[in-house]
C-alpha cells in the first residue's frame, strides 16, 4: 500500500488554464506538506497543514490555494498557469508538525505548454 | 534565517568505496534531516537526527550541534546508492519548516 500518493504523476497543460493536484496520506499522519522543486532540483516548501489547519503559508503566488477536506487528503489547486510554475511539485506528511521524519509522495510533474 | 551549504555537489565512486558527504548549516536546530532522491525522482527520508550518530545498513549519519555541521557517511558503496543525497534543517529553532540544501549527485560505479 502506497502511504503517500500524488495524482496525477504527470499534468501537460497550457498556460492559463486551472488544474488541481490531489494528494492522500494512508499513515494516520496530522500534518501534511506541498513542496515545489524547481529545474535545478531545489526544493522548497510551499504549505503545510497540521489537522487541517494552515500552519506555513510560504511567499507563493495566490493562484495556489491548498485544500484540506480531512487531514488526509491536502490537494492543491492551481489558477491561470503560467510557464514558471512547470516544476515537480511533492507532497509529504509527518506524525505531527514539530520534528518528525516526513514521508514524500512520488511527485507530480507539471510541463506547462 | 537558515542557510544550508552541501559538499561536494557531485561524486563519483567505484563500488565498495567508503562515501562522506557533508551538511553545513547556519542556524541553531533541532534536527536535521537526510533526504535520498533516486534517479527515479521519488523521495525517502534517511535519517531525522538532532545529536551523535544513527545507522541504518551501510547508512551512517552524524551531527555535530555545536559546530552546525553533519555528515552521511556510505560504508561500502554500491551503484544502487547512486541518488542525489539532500540535507534539510528546520528554517529556525521553533519552527518545522525545511530549508533544503542543492543535494550531492552520488554515482557510484561498478
Known amino acids: 500500500d502506497t502511504a503517500v500518493s500524488q495524482t496525477p504523476k504527470y499534468l501537460v497543460t497550457q498556460m492559463g488554464n486551472d488544474k488541481s493536484i490531489k494528494c492522500e496520506q494512508n499513515?494516520?499522519?496530522?500534518?501534511m506538506y506541498w513542496y515545489k522543486q524547481d529545474s535545478k532540483k531545489f526544493l522548497k516548501i510551499m504549505f503545510s497543514y497540521n489537522n487541517k489547519e494552515l500552519i506555513i503559508n510560504e511567499t507563493v503566488p495566490n493562484r495556489f490555494s491548498p485544500k484540506s477536506p480531512d487531514k488526509a487528503h491536502l490537494n492543491l489547486h492551481i489558477n491561470s498557469l503560467e510557464l514558471g510554475d512547470s516544476a515537480v511539485y511533492f507532497c509529504?506528511?509527518?506524525?505531527?508538525?514539530?520534528?518528525?521524519?516526513?514521508?514524500f509522495g512520488d511527485g507530480t510533474r507539471l510541463s506547462i505548454l | 534565517k537558515n542557510e544550508v551549504e552541501q559538499s561536494p555537489q557531485n561524486l563519483t565512486a567505484q563500488e565498495g568505496e567508503f562515501i562522506t558527504i557533508n551538511c553545513s548549516y547556519s542556524v541553531g536546530i533541532s534536527a536535521l534531516h537526510w533526504l535520498q532522491q533516486h534517479p527515479g525522482g521519488g523521495i525517502v527520508s534517511l535519517f531525522m537526527l538532532s545529536s551523535g550518530k544513527k545507522k541504518h545498513g551501510r547508512l551512517i549519519a552524524t551531527i555535530n550541534i555545536q559546530e552546525k555541521h553533519s555528515s552521511l557517511h556510505i560504508t561500502t558503496s554500491h551503484p544502487r546508492d547512486s541518488a542525489v543525497y539532500i540535507c534539510?534543517?528546520?528554517?529556525?529553532?521553533?519552527?518545522?519548516?525545511?530549508?533544503f540544501g542543492t543535494g550531492t549527485r552520488l554515482q557510484v560505479f561498478p
Open positions: 509529504a506528511s509527518s506524525q505531527d508538525f514539530y520534528n518528525q521524519p516526513q514521508h
Open positions: 499513515l494516520g499522519h496530522d500534518t
Open positions: 534539510a534543517v528546520p528554517a529556525s529553532y521553533n519552527t518545522d519548516k525545511l530549508i
